[in-house]
T-cell receptor
Framework: DADVTQTPRNRITKTGKRIMLECSQT?????MYWYRQDPGLGLQLIYY???????NKGEISDGYSVSRQAQAKFSLSLESAIPNQTALYFC????????????FGPGTRLTVL | AQSVTQPDIHITVSEGASLELRCNYS??????LFWYVQSPGQGLQLLLK??????LVQGIKGFEAEFKRSQSSFNLRKPSVHWSDAAEYFC?????????????FGKGTKLSVKP
């Protein structure tokens, strides 16, 4: 079984809809991250969480919110999706003592029409 | 500010040829450096990492990278490329300060392999 899982893997939605992307991990890591990937732009950090009560904005948090329901679960929400949020979204985790060494989920491809 | 530059957007090499992917970073201290690979339709997989010590690091799948502080570089190499190496490669540097633990990624280099 994969250590970091993301659901759904693919999603098509319409402008203005609320959507939630979910991430779960079995690695026992404290830290979790949400990234967005656009072609030619690499990965950009949306939000990160160092533990359940510590959530921080990344470089592109506008239009997104997150919830850390438990150590193993970190959800990303788009309250009112817009077409330029069409992208590939990745969740990642890392251990507290090796914080930079991140492990990635398989990604969710989101299309906003 | 910390940054990572991958000068080559797309590289094509013949199968069996050697490979070098370039990565330059901007950082105020000793960096933590990483190379990740993303195969089509897949997530990112860690190839190798540099934290300290020997500046030549070995990774998975026959890859290696050399940290050169004087050139602010961390180039990825492989002596003989296989068709399965076709993928996108990302260099990353670990952030410090208030964002300690975060990664800053380059924009990636797409590798194509000719038969």
């Amino acid at each position: 079984d994969a250590d970091v899982t993301q659901t759904p893997r693919n999603r098509i939605t319409k402008t203005g809809k609320r959507i939630m992307l979910e991430c779960s991990q079995t690695k026992g890591h404290d830290r979790m991250y949400w990234y967005r990937q656009d072609p030619g732009l690499g990965l950009q950090l949306i939000y990160y969480s160092f533990d359940v009560k510590d959530i921080n904005k990344g470089e592109i948090s506008d239009g997104y919110s997150v919830s850390r329901q438990a150590q193993a679960k970190f959800s990303l929400s788009l309250e009112s999706a817009i077409p330029n949020q069409t992208a590939l979204y990745f969740c990642a985790t890392s251990a507290r003592d090796r914080a930079n060494e991140q492990f990635f989920g398989p990604g969710t491809r989101l299309t906003v029409l | 500010a910390q940054s990572v530059t991958q000068p080559d957007i797309h590289i094509t090499v013949s199968e069996g040829a050697s490979l070098e992917l370039r990565c330059n970073y901007s950082y105020g201290a000793t960096p933590y450096l990483f190379w990740y690979v993303q195969s089509p339709g897949q997530g990112l997989q860690l190839l190798l990492k540099y934290f300290s010590g020997d500046t030549l690091v070995q990774g998975i799948k026959g890859f290696e990278a050399e940290f050169k502080r004087s050139q602010s570089s961390f180039n990825l190499r492989k002596p003989s490329v296989h068709w399965s190496d076709a993928a996108e490669y990302f260099c990353a540097v670990g952030a410090y300060g208030g964002s300690q633990g975060n990664l800053i990624f380059g924009k990636g280099t797409k590798l194509s392999v000719k038969p």
